[in-house]
């Protein structure tokens, strides 16, 4: 199926669409919301925390690492005016973290924060706006009151639905045992999938970046036409591709290091050394758990650069030669759009937006998860065959050059807008 949306509908006669659009963090809710706000069609956006750099006190920061990861709290295109915060819930949260002493109890900090943001939102929602756009686990008592109101109701997969989450991970677990304490999302209480579930039911449509998230949800029980995928853009002046590659063949790695992302596949694969002499680069942080990589480091030549920021990112990514991301739970990977952009090849899993953007054999490879051998081999290809790997790259680098940040932003709108068409539709019929 394609994931590129319907052709342009910015000219359609959306009445007075203000769309509200929520989440306890970032995520995607920047640039959603300034799709929307690009038409006129922007009620609010409420996110937990908000940092507009420009306006007092956050503009007597200094430069340095601390204004780097309030920069990630703002986009400077959005009108602050439409912008509300909720930050107590998040604030006391990160207060009694120290407290939380088990990873379930601060997973279900994480649950409890969605829960009273999400009542937050849901006792404005007529002020925010008459079109509710939610993330999953902090919508339910929005959508609740929208279906109460008559507005429609959006919400955000932004990964594969938890309940396929457990079971692969719970697979993971046992086959990596050394690694289980670095997975992620492999853990909900009842009433977590419960909510879950019912946010799925009230919402309108689901919006998604991957067929992999939309099969999830299929899978347990979500009727197909009621899911869309748009795929994210990818920045072209920030990741492009280049000819000038490090001396060493380099396999970049994107991401934290997690089992979740099947970091360990890629680790035996190395280790088994199927190409002599090759460097792992590591661009990424072991977020949970211990560092996967640290047992594997007398048997791989590995490189560290630490948590970077998305510019040197794009420096280094297109010196590399293939990114591999042999992913087991992911909602889209914005590093595989990422390397593609930077003219390398990929090789993924299935389980990611890999098959949305890959043509398998053409422009990356597609392997099985779990298949070691099948990274071994494609790794070998890559550097016994380096000009067809270099034209591979480009033919990567081509198919995503036109998914930008506003080539998503125009889809992502076209989308809210036809929600908003059919609703009046309806109500027109009714």
Not at 156 to 168: D, K, S, T
Not at 329 to 338: D, S, T, W
Request: charged share 25%; net charge neutral; proline share 7%.
């Amino acid at each position: 199926m394609s994931v590129v949306g319907p052709m342009p509908r910015q000219d359609r006669d959306l009445g007075d669409l203000r769309a509200v659009v929520f989440a306890t963090t970032p995520l995607g809710i920047f640039q959603q919301s300034l799709a929307l706000q690009e038409r006129g069609q922007l009620g609010m956006m409420a996110v937990d925390f908000y940092c507009d750099l420009s306006r007092l006190p956050y503009s007597l920061v200094p430069a340095g690492k601390v204004r780097s990861q309030l920069a990630k709290r703002m986009l400077p295109q959005l009108d602050p005016r439409r912008v509300r915060i909720r930050p107590l819930p998040s604030v006391a949260l990160r207060l009694g973290a120290s407290l939380l002493r088990t990873r379930e109890r601060r997973q279900q900090g994480v649950f409890w924060v969605n829960g009273r943001f999400d009542a937050w939102v849901a006792s404005r929602l007529e002020a925010f706006g008459n079109l509710a756009f939610g993330y999953e686990s902090a919508s339910l008592f929005t959508f609740r009151r929208a279906k109460a109101l008559g507005i429609p109701t959006v919400l955000y997969q932004p990964i594969m639905c938890a309940e396929v989450a457990v079971a692969l991970l719970a697979e993971e677990a046992e086959r990596f045992p050394e690694l289980a304490d670095t997975l992620r999302y492999n853990w909900f209480p009842p009433e977590e999938i419960e909510r879950r579930h019912e946010e799925r039911e009230l919402a309108d449509v689901i919006v998604c970046a991957s067929t992999a998230t939309r099969r999830s949800l299929i899978e347990v029980g979500v009727p197909a036409h009621k899911i869309v995928v748009e795929p994210y853009g990818v920045d072209q002046e920030v990741f492009s591709p280049s000819t000038d590659k490090l001396d060493r063949f380099s396999v970049i790695w994107a991401s934290s290091f997690t089992q979740t992302k099947g970091m360990g596949y890629l680790l035996e694969a190395l280790v088994r050394d199927p190409v002599p002499g090759l460097e792992l680069v590591l661009a990424g942080y072991p977020a949970y758990g211990a560092d996967a990589v640290v047992p594997y480091e007398d048997r791989v030549q590995v490189r560290r650069l630490g948590k970077i920021g998305r510019p040197e990112l794009g420096r280094v990514m297109r010196r590399c030669h293939v990114h591999v991301f042999p992913t087991i739970v992911e909602g889209f990977g914005r590093n595989i759009i990422e390397a593609m952009a930077s003219g390398l090849p990929v090789i993924t899993t299935p389980n990611g937006a890999g098959p949305d953007l890959i043509e398998d054999g053409v422009t990356g490879f597609i392997v099985p998860i779990r298949d070691v051998d099948g990274i071994c081999e494609k790794l070998a290809w890559i550097a016994d065959h380096p000009a067809e790997a270099a034209a591979m790259g480009q033919r990567a680098s081509d198919r995503v050059a036109t998914l930008t940040p506003a080539d998503y932003r125009m889809r992502f709108a076209d989308r809210i807008g036809d929600v908003w068409t059919a609703k009046r539709v309806s109500t027109t019929h009714v």
